[in-house]
DNA sequence: CCGTATCCAGAGGGATACTG
DNA sequence: CAGTATCCCTCTGGATACGG
C-alpha cells in the first residue's frame, strides 16, 4: 500500500492518529501490553522502564478514554486493577513491530550518531 | 514476526527508536519527506500544517544529526535548501504506513471517542 | 496494591522581530 | 528564501506525601 497522497493536514488520519499515540510512555506502554497481555498496575509499572506511577496512570486514563486500553478492577483488599487492550489497541501491533523491527535493523547506527539527547531528571539536578 | 520478548528496557531498540523519532513534529515531517522526496524548507513548512519555522528547524537538525534527513544548501540568492531522506531515513516508511494505515481504519473510532485534547495556544489564550 | 494531590523545574513550543 | 534571536507561557513529567 502506498502512502496517501493528500496533504499532512491537520485532523486527516495520520495526524489523529499521532494524537492518540503522542506522550512519552504510550508507545512503551502498548509495547508491554502487547507483549504480555493482561497487566496489572504494578507490573506494568515494573516492565515500563523509567516510568513513574503518576505518568502510568495519566497514560493509561487517556488510553482508556480514546478506547485503546481496558481497565478492569476487582473489590479485593488489597485491590486489584488488570490492563488489557481493546481490539482497538491490539490492532496497533504493526505499529509498534514496525518500531522494533526498525530499531532492531539500525540499532548500530543509532547508537553511533547518537547525540547528548540525555538530559538530566529534575532531581538529578538539583542534587548537583 | 513476532514481538520481542524482552523487558522494555532502556536502550533497547524499541526504546532508542523511539527516542529518535519523539517530539511532535517527526513523524509528520518524515511522512512528508517520505511523499513528495525532496523538498525546500519552505514547502516542507507549508506542507507540514500548523509546524512554525522555528520548530522545523530544531526537528531538522534533530533528525539530520541521527542520520534520518539529508541537508543540502546551494549558495544561491536567495538561498535554497534541500531536505531528503537518507536511506536511512527512507527505510522509516513501513513505520509512517503502519501508521496512516490504522488512522483511516480507526478514523471513525478516533473522532467519535475524541476528547477535548484541544488545548489553546499560548496567543489565543492571552487574547480571549 | 492502587491510586490521588500537591509542588515545581524545565523542556516544549508559539509569536514576533530580525539578518544574510 | 532560509534561517536566528528573544520573549514568555504552558504543559510535561519527576519527587514526594498521602488516602482507600
Request: aromatic letters at 6%; charged letters at 20%.
Amino acid at each position: 500500500m502506498a502512502l496517501s497522497q493528500e496533504k499532512i493536514i491537520l485532523n486527516c488520519p495520520f495526524r489523529q492518529t499521532l494524537d492518540v499515540l503522542e506522550g512519552k510512555w504510550k508507545f512503551a506502554i502498548i509495547h508491554s501490553l502487547l507483549l504480555h497481555g493482561t497487566m496489572r498496575f504494578k507490573a506494568l509499572e515494573r516492565d515500563v522502564e523509567g516510568i513513574t506511577a503518576r505518568m502510568l496512570i495519566k497514560e493509561l486514563k487517556l488510553l482508556e478514554a480514546h478506547g485503546i486500553v481496558h481497565r478492569r478492577a476487582y473489590a479485593t483488599v488489597p485491590p486489584t486493577v488488570e490492563y488489557s487492550l481493546t481490539e482497538c489497541g491490539q490492532s496497533l501491533e504493526p505499529i509498534i513491530q514496525a518500531i522494533q523491527a526498525w530499531g532492531i535493523q539500525n540499532q548500530a547506527v543509532i547508537t553511533q550518531s547518537k547525540i547528548s539527547t540525555a538530559r538530566k531528571t529534575p532531581a538529578a539536578a538539583r542534587k548537583a
